[in-house]
């Protein structure tokens, strides 16, 4: 579903990357929400919790529900899946199936933050993982059932960075909210993020330091090229191996000496994750744990599911410089956060409209829309 991670050059400016994994594309729009812009987070039955952002958050949105003629999306439907703020904090929606469970009850007296708005919320608000991380000991958080993915119930985790390397895992399990530091800033999806740090214990022997050459009796065994070191990670596209694999690859991909060599090294790395259709595909009689999204699931006569990299992002959290590319592109389009430090009103863009753009797009962003 989606791969997360952390990379540091060589002055220890920080950079993050995520890709984006489903069975269809979506309608996900790049929108800047300036400064002053006001959310509502609403929870049936709860008091609903008003916030205005302190910080500019540049960010990818999708709509949370199908529109109708009678109700077309709007701002307050966009919410947050990856985004940047202008204080260099980061912030990932990834899959996480077991979210869903019982709920510890708020105080009635308390305004309560859907989790559906924690991007909205964290980004607009904070500047640090630290301060996200004090006011989540404050703030009763919410799961919701989503019309959009057929009522199941927010199967997400979240993860947020900042520009000093500091990195949190946000995390419903069965219900149960937990925060954890994230010592390695990397993450995928399930299982829960403590099973992921105990099983990185299975993989202590892996270096990126070939061993090409090893004596068997008297035979002299060589290896004819270089790559050896990446032979005992695992292979697949799972959660567990894709964890692993991005461990391996923040840990010793090499420190970039320049902020532009450090973003097309962390694009080299983030395409070990990049998926293209078909390279694994499931047949309908045989399940499969993919996200159906109300009104485009996959036809009735498709003969199979396969996950794709929809998008990939890389946010440069020192310069605050956000770059996308979606699946049918293969470079990189850019858009300065800093530049849009003067604009007032929300700006949306789809994302689709990016396409084979390998420029600055923040003038794009900032256009007027053009009549249809």
Request: proline share 6%; net charge negative; charged share 15%.
């Amino acid at each position: 579903m989606c791969t997360s991670l952390g990379y540091k050059d060589a002055s220890g400016k920080v950079y993050f990357g995520r890709t984006l994994e489903l069975t269809v594309d979506l309608p996900y729009q790049v929108t800047y929400f300036p400064p002053g812009y006001e959310t509502i987070s609403e929870v049936d039955g709860k008091a609903s919790l008003t916030y205005a952002a302190r910080f500019g958050v540049l960010a990818v949105a999708m709509p949370c529900r199908v529109p109708t003629p009678e109700a077309p999306i709007g701002l307050a439907d966009l919410k947050v899946l990856e985004g940047l703020n202008d204080q260099g904090l980061t912030f990932s929606l990834l899959s996480y199936p077991t979210a869903a469970g019982a709920q510890k009850s708020a105080d009635i007296t308390q305004s309560v933050l859907s989790a559906s708005d924690l991007g909205s919320w964290a980004l607009g608000q904070f500047a640090s993982v630290a301060e996200v991380k004090a006011a989540l000991e404050k703030q009763p958080i919410e799961l919701q059932p989503l019309a959009l993915l057929g009522g199941v119930v927010s199967p997400f985790h979240y993860v947020v960075h900042d520009a000093t390397g500091a990195s949190l895992v946000i995390e419903f399990d069965h219900g149960v909210m937990s925060v954890y530091d994230n010592p390695v800033g990397v993450m995928t999806n399930g299982p829960k993020f403590s099973w992921h740090l105990t099983n990185l214990d299975n993989y202590t022997f892996i270096t990126n330091v070939d061993q090409s050459s090893a004596t068997f009796g008297s035979y002299q065994a060589r290896q004819p090229d270089s790559g050896i070191a990446t032979a005992g990670l695992p292979a697949s596209n799972t959660s567990v191996g894709r964890f692993v694999r991005a461990v391996f690859y923040a840990q010793f991909a090499e420190r970039a000496a320049t902020p532009d060599l450090a973003v097309k090294t962390l694009a080299h790395v983030m395409n070990n994750f990049d998926r293209p259709r078909g390279v694994s595909i499931d047949y309908p009689a045989q399940g499969g744990g993919h996200m159906e999204v109300e009104g485009l699931q996959e036809k009735a006569d498709a003969p199979y599911a396969t996950e794709f990299t929809c998008w990939t992002s890389l946010s440069d959290l020192d310069r605050k410089i956000f770059f996308v590319r979606d699946y049918r592109s293969l470079n990189f389009t850019a858009i300065d956060l800093k530049a849009l430090a003067d604009v007032k009103a929300p700006l949306v863009l789809p994302l689709q409209k990016l396409e084979g753009i390998a420029s600055d797009a923040t003038a794009m962003l900032m256009a007027p829309p053009k009549a249809a």
